[in-house]
């Protein structure tokens, strides 16, 4: 049988309400380091193990966060994005939950609602390449993070990358390198990402007194 709170109180010898304030994080400065070992040590005597559910609903706190993502999922080089946001929120005593929506629109307000109804905390909204978007109508009244894009109605934060910045670095770089005759290949320009990229490029090479006069090409 799992043990309970009462059981660890008990065992300790303090009240359910100060093993849940030693059990929960929240002991310092308002229990004792001495009783707050004895709750630890008789937790893991019991093999306590906390029912995360029925906490979720007395708190309103799931400790989970949902991240909904059009094609980041699967693709490779990609990866980086979903297992920076793992790590930290590992590292902070958090879960990810993942939807990988194919971008189709039914499918991301299917998954949002679903997430909702399990008492995710927030969202992390995540697509490939640096875009806007309009974000999903029903991710209104959550806590919400944006990744790699940015809502053209301007209602959540983002996390994008410096596209400018880190195009100019790279044909700097081959510019440094004595070289003049350089080819852009890159996205389309209605991403963000594609509008920047190409920006930087140009102007570098106008900065550098380079002519542009150079095959591109947009993929």
């Not at 094609?71 to 590992?90: H, I, P, R």
């Not at 109804?117 to 490939?128: E, H, S």
């Amino acid at each position: 049988m799992n043990k309970t709170l009462k059981d660890v109180a008990e065992a300790a010898g303090v009240s359910s309400a100060t093993a849940s304030l030693v059990l929960n994080g929240r002991s310092i400065g308002r229990v004792s380091a001495d009783i707050a070992s004895r709750v630890e040590d008789a937790a893991a005597r019991l093999n306590y193990r906390p029912n995360l559910i029925a906490r979720s609903l007395r708190t309103q706190e799931s400790k989970t966060i949902g991240i909904i993502s059009n094609d980041v999922a699967t693709t490779s080089f990609a990866g980086a994005m979903l297992a920076g946001a793992q790590e930290v929120a590992w590292r902070n005593g958090w879960l990810l939950l993942l939807v990988n929506s194919n971008g189709e629109a039914a499918m991301e307000e299917a998954a949002i609602r679903s997430l909702v109804q399990r008492n995710v905390d927030g969202f992390i909204y995540a697509t490939m390449y640096h875009q806007e978007i309009q974000a999903p109508d029903n991710l209104k009244r959550q806590k919400v993070v944006l990744l790699d894009c940015v809502d053209t109605n301007k209602q959540y934060e983002s996390v994008i990358p410096n596209e400018y910045q880190g195009a100019t670095d790279v044909v700097q770089y081959l510019v440094d390198q004595g070289h003049t005759q350089i080819a852009y290949i890159g996205i389309k320009e209605y991403t963000i990402a594609g509008r920047e990229r190409l920006k930087a490029f140009k102007d570098v090479l106008k900065a550098n007194k380079i002519d542009l006069n150079l095959f591109t090409m947009m993929v």
